[in-house]
């Protein structure tokens, strides 16, 4: 598929960062779109912005769902199938996600199966969702977003990663696995695993209030939690105040998504290019191929304090997986 004009588009997760830069970009080309979201007004936001710079025809419609409700995306596709009059689409990109549940010892088990049904059941529920549109076309591209923590698992020998590193590699087991399929009984069909680095979004907060722990309703609980973390980090933590520590959460989720080697529209831009090329691994960010690289040298010694030190001399560390 090396353009994009008068196709049909499906974007999870399109309130905001990749997900709203992907609705942008595709709308500016000429392909219609259908975004969902769990936010009203960061989808409002989104179709504004890819109203403004779409061609004359060109349709942007959106949806509230939560992706880890297969009965949301039931009726996303339905509103699809309306508000579009359509009977089919040529390209789902399955973008939502959030972070959250690192520890499978000690986090609270709510948290960490919340953030595997977004990040992994999402993906499933909208391809099982929208697959017979995709049959439906001439042709159609699903496009599943993976991470680095799909490759490696892991963002720091001090801070464990588990429910979405556990999504993120099922996610790309499950692509990888869907292009023989494809390839043996649904032929037209494309599949393509997106794993970005560190990108500059607001998944850190957006994650934080989807789990009820934004700064202004961190429990003291949270911030007892968020003390023992900082600390494991190095982070000197014991004469802050528990109001210096709300900004400071609130500060960091600001400076990944302001300081990121790589903005989300650099980053959306690197996802269409790669499903124009009919890539089926596309790696979004320098640091992702470095990463990427290693593990492939590595492999039993991607998670020794050795590894941990040369990709922290690469200046990549701590940024991965969002």
């Known amino acids: 598929m090396d353009s994009f004009a008068g196709r049909i588009a499906v974007v999870t997760g399109g309130g905001t960062g990749m997900g709203r830069e992907l609705v942008r970009q595709l709308a500016a080309e000429g392909c219609s779109v259908a975004a969902c979201d769990v936010s009203a007004d960061a989808l409002g936001e989104t179709a504004a912005l890819a109203r403004d710079a ?38 789902v990109f ?4 959030i972070a959250g549940g690192g520890s499978f010892v000690l986090d609270d088990r709510e948290q960490w199966e919340k953030v595997f049904n977004v990040d992994f059941f999402g993906v ?19 496009v599943n977003t ?7 698992a892991s963002i720091g020998p001090n801070s464990p990663h588990t429910s979405y590193s ?9 692509t990888e696995a869907l292009m023989c399929d494809f390839r043996l009984n649904a032929p037209h069909l494309r599949a393509s695993v997106v794993m970005p680095g560190h ?3 607001s998944i850190v907060l957006n994650s934080a209030a989807a789990h009820g722990q934004d700064a202004e309703h961190l429990t003291a609980e949270d911030l007892a939690r968020a003390r023992v973390q900082l600390a494991a ?41 790669g499903v124009r090329a009919q890539r089926w691994r596309i790696l979004v960010g320098q640091d992702a191929k470095d990463l990427d690289e290693m593990v492939r040298a590595d ?21 991965f997986g969002v």
């Open 299 to 319: 492999p039993e010694g991607a998670y020794d304090p050795a590894f941990f030190e040369a990709l922290a001399a690469k200046g990549h560390f701590g940024g």
């Open 54 to 91: 779409a061609p004359t025809g060109t349709n942007v419609v959106t949806f509230l769902a939560d992706v880890s409700k297969e009965s949301d995306l039931v009726a996303f596709r339905a509103a699809v199938e309306r508000e579009l009059a359509t009977d089919h689409v040529h390209l």
């Open 124 to 142: 499933y529920y909208s391809t099982r969702t929208f697959l017979p549109m995709l049959m439906a076309a001439d042709e159609g591209h699903l």
């Open 166 to 174: 556990a999504a993120k590699f099922a996610v790309r087991g499950f």
């Open 233 to 273: 980090f190095g982070t000197p933590v014991d004469g802050v105040s528990d109001e210096d520590l709300r900004k400071g959460m609130q500060a960091f989720g600001e400076l990944f998504r302001d300081a990121a080697p790589m903005t989300a529209a650099q980053a959306a831009t690197v996802i269409l290019d």
């Open 199 to 201: 990108i500059g979004t």
């Open 94 to 97: 399955n973008n939502a996600g």
């Open 146 to 152: 993976s991470s680095v923590n799909g490759l490696w």
